[in-house]
């Protein structure tokens, strides 16, 4: 399971999550090293291998999936798959492919580091703080008790939004750009439908990350059956390879919303819960995957001991 691709530069001037990336260099490093360790399938040909029950214990399969749909996948990824012939899936949040719309919780984290570089000093610092309390206070709740006054506020204040609906939560970003004096991001970061259509020429399918990119948990039922059925509509009429396979946003998922997900014609499911899957999976709506990101797999031997259980991630 990967997010985002990037070079040293960019991550150097963004504000990106450790967790949800790996450098260029070391993408192309790991896809060598599947390519020559694994049988790498697309996930069509996992599917049929289930469906068939043809499967061979000595084969070591492996596929490879990205959330979120980043335009870095397209600049990045994608010619390092094409070039050594590796298919992949890119599971995409429908209502952000071609658009200018950035994820809030990188609106926030674009936020604090911004807000951070614009002055200098302790004084300034205590500024931020301030204007971050305020407006957290008045969104209610516990949100701002306890926020670490460090680089790790960004990942805290993230985690602690995620089981906000999601129009509370843009509230609060609007809040915080608007009392930092701090502009919203804008400029595309996911890819548009013409790179998708590309890709899909080039060995790459496409699966449903949900419309909206809500936190299934969070919303109704009826929701959650609109963000199924519409995200799958939507992409089994853009042309492209699609698969049907669904990825929660987050990972989160309860009994009800997975029974949803194949009611609707899924034949699978993805969450983010670190595991292996064999012949026989006990639940193809809560599908196990290995998270890579470069803070604890940047070396093949990490990457090693990562894909064989042996490395947690670091929290």
Same mark, same amino acid.
């Given at each position: ?6 070079? $040293?530069?960019?991550?150097?001037? &963004?504000?990106? &999550? ?10 192309? &490093? ?23 029950? /043809? ?23 994608? %010619?390092?798959?094409? $070039? ?14 071609? @658009?200018?719309?950035?994820?809030? %919780?990188? +609106? ?6 911004? *807000? =951070?570089?614009?002055?200098? =000093?302790? +004084? !300034?610092?205590?500024?931020? #703080? ?15 008790? =306890?926020? *670490? ?12 939004? #995620? ?9 609060l970003v609007s809040a915080l750009a608007e009392e930092m004096g701090v502009s919203l991001p804008d400029g595309r ?8 259509? /590309?890709?899909?020429? =080039? ?5 449903? !990350? ?7 948990? @969070? ?10 059925? @519409? ?17 929660? %946003?987050?990972?989160?998922?309860? *009994?009800?919303? +997975? ?22 999976? %006990? ?33």
């Open positions: 399971m990967y997010h985002r691709v990037l070079t $040293r530069e960019e991550v150097a001037c &963004q504000a990106v &999550q450790p967790g949800m990336y790996v450098l260029d260099t070391v993408f192309a &490093q790991q896809m060598a090293f599947l390519q020559q360790t694994f049988t790498v399938l697309s996930f069509r040909q996992l599917l049929d291998l289930w469906k068939a029950g /043809e499967w061979n214990e000595q084969a070591g399969y492996c596929v490879v999936t990205f959330d979120d749909g980043w335009l870095d996948n397209y600049r990045y990824a994608y %010619p390092v798959l094409r $070039r050594l012939g590796i298919p992949a899936t890119i599971f995409l949040p429908t209502d952000y492919v071609g @658009t200018d719309q950035w994820f809030w %919780p990188d +609106q926030l984290a674009y936020l604090l580091r911004t *807000a =951070g570089s614009n002055g200098h =000093g302790a +004084q !300034h610092g205590e500024q931020v #703080k301030r204007v971050l309390l305020h407006v957290l206070g008045a969104a209610g709740g516990s949100l701002g008790k =306890g926020l *670490a006054h460090d680089e790790r506020v960004a990942d805290q204040l993230i985690e602690r939004c #995620k089981e906000l609906p999601k129009d509370q939560i843009q509230r970061v996911v890819v548009n439908w013409d790179e998708v259509r /590309e890709m899909s020429t =080039g060995g790459i399918s496409f699966g449903s !990350h949900s419309c909206s990119h809500r936190i299934m948990t @969070t919303i109704t039922p009826a929701e959650v059956s609109e963000e199924l059925a @519409t995200s799958q509509q939507t992409l089994q009429q853009a042309g492209i390879e699609y698969v049907p396979v669904f990825c929660y %946003p987050n990972g989160n998922s309860d *009994a009800d919303i +997975q029974s949803q997900a194949k009611a609707h014609g899924y034949e699978a499911a993805v969450s983010v819960q670190t595991g292996v899957e064999g012949p026989c999976p %006990p639940n193809r709506f809560a599908l196990r995957r290995i998270g890579i990101h470069n803070d604890m797999t940047h070396s093949i031997p990490l990457f090693s001991l990562r894909l064989c259980g042996l490395l947690s991630p670091i929290n």
